[in-house]
């Protein structure tokens, strides 16, 4: 499988303190999109399952995880990965949030053995035209469908509590800037850099 990073924790995706993933791949390539360079699977982004439960147990040992929130790139673009990462996840969760660009409608006859994993999908390609700092939609036309009907009450006090925010992590690669971003938010972020002397990379 390919998984380009993973970040803990990650409250701006999710109810809690998450686990999030980031899958390599995707054949949507949305304009405006926030992660184009995990458009394609790139072999430094490669990693087996025991590896990668290697990694979440050591952060699942150490720490309260609330769930797993799955991006990219599209999950879906690795269906094989899905069907061997997911029962691991659903074991140690029951909160397991996964963006895809396909419509939910799309996946739901084909790949129940998928979904039974999933608690919520935000479905939907990402249309800069309609982004307005919705929380957890990149854009209005995306939905969040509930999966698991158990755990729909948790998102809804996190959607009603929470607002739309930025988080940043520092990684070996620099600063990952995770969350909803405005379609703007690159050429605020230039033009700050540039008044303060910064070097954008």
Known sequence: MYIARILYPVKVLGPGNRVALWLSGCEHRCVGCSNPELWEQKDEHKISLEGIIKILKTICDNCKVDGFTLTGGDPFFQLDALRELLPYLHS??????????YQYEELVGRYHDILKDISVIIDGPYVE?????????????????YLNRSIEERY??????????????????????????????????????????????
Do not use: C, W
């Open 156 to 201: 809804i006090e996190y959607l009603k509590h929470a607002h739309s925010k930025i988080q940043n992590f520092t990684t070996s690669d620099g600063i990952i800037s995770v969350g909803i971003h405005l379609p703007e938010y690159e050429e605020k972020l230039s033009t700050i850099t540039k008044n303060k002397g910064l070097e954008e990379t």
């Open 129 to 145: 035209a309609e982004n307005h700092g919705a929380m957890l939609k990149g854009s209005d036309n995306q939905r969040i469908i």
């Open 92 to 101: 140690i969760s029951d909160d397991i949030l996964v963006y895809t660009g």
